[in-house]
């Protein structure tokens, strides 16, 4: 058996996002597009003795139990009760606390890697189970591409590959807490949502442009009225050319979409200067994200 393995974990964009109401156990249910780009964090697992050992190049995020990838360790060994431990390293190429599911997807990354590292032969709804227990974006990230995602998120049907987008990601110096987000949210301050059906045929169709016009976020309602920035980022990346902005998830990042590659990266260069944490992405595409095993 094999004593260590890397892995990548993307992040993720809501291409849609609306919320059909608010449920008894206090969780919003949703219909939502995620969609997984090339930002990726990287993730290395050693077993260890005993213990689970969370290290990072990054100073942002918690390195005990508070982080989600230490959870995902913590639940898997346990149900498994597996013996020994896991030294876990990650680069953090992702913003923290930005919408963009790094926390959920670098949880998903320690589910996957444990998985086969331990060769615990768990199946991919097996994992989504587990990884619901720990929050309503892991089973989209386990499951990767593009889904639609219902329930309280957890509930994941897969699209097929539509168009390959390129976005421009802007994430301002600061975060915004997704439970009050969610708390604060009013259907009746909302005066635009998206429309699933139209969006989805856009999307089997790979029209990029259709895509565009329907991509929306129910949630800019509450986060543009705590932080009204956010509207100017989506402003200025569209004075820029952009043929689409929106927040993804509870914000703050604002995602833009280009026509190209090119026009991504210039883009990023432009608001580069105001805003450090700007990224050109665009979707990922199907390779094995596990890329070395020794
Ligand atoms: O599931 P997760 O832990 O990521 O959710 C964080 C918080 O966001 C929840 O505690 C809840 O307050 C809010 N939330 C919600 N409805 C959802 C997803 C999250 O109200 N569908």
């Given at each position: 058996m094999s004593n260590q393995i890397s892995i990548l974990a993307p992040a993720k964009i809501n291409l849609t996002l609306d919320v059909l109401g608010k449920r008894s156990d206090g969780y919003h249910e949703l219909a939502t597009v995620m969609h997984q780009v090339d930002l990726c964090d990287r993730i290395h697992i050693q077993r260890i003795e005993a213990g689970i050992v969370l290290d990072s190049d990054?100073?942002?995020?918690?390195?005990?139990?508070?982080?989600l990838a230490v959870q995902a360790a913590a639940l898997l060994l346990e149900r498994f009760r597996s013996g020994g431990g896991v030294h876990i390293f990650i680069e953090k190429k992702i913003p923290v606390g930005?919408?963009?599911a790094g926390g959920s997807t670098d949880a998903a990354a320690v589910l996957t890697a444990l998985n086969q590292l331990l060769d615990l032969g768990c199946s991919l709804e097996e994992l989504q189970l587990m990884g619901a227990e720990l929050g309503s974006d892991i089973p989209f990230c386990l499951a990767g591409g593009t889904a639609l995602c219902t329930g309280r998120g957890e509930i994941v049907q897969p699209l097929a590959p539509g168009p390959r987008l390129h976005f421009l990601l802007v994430k301002p110096p600061y975060s915004l807490s997704t439970a009050r987000v969610y708390q604060n949210?009013?259907?009746?301050?909302?005066?635009s949502r998206p429309r699933l059906e139209p969006f989805i045929s856009a999307w089997q169709r790979c029209d990029m442009m259709e895509v565009a016009r329907q991509m929306g976020n129910v949630l800019e309602s509450v986060s543009i009225e705590m932080k009204p920035e956010i509207q100017a980022i989506k402003d200025q990346a569209l004075a820029l050319g952009a043929i689409a902005a929106i927040m993804s998830g509870s914000g703050p990042t604002v995602a833009a979409l280009f026509p190209g590659a090119e026009e991504a990266r210039e883009a990023a260069v432009r608001m580069g200067k105001q805003y450090c944490q700007c990224y050109a992405v665009c979707s990922l595409t199907g390779e094995s994200l596990v890329e070395r095993q020794s």
């Open positions: 990054s100073r942002e995020m918690p390195l005990d139990r508070e982080n930005a919408g963009l949210y009013r259907p009746e301050r909302v005066f």
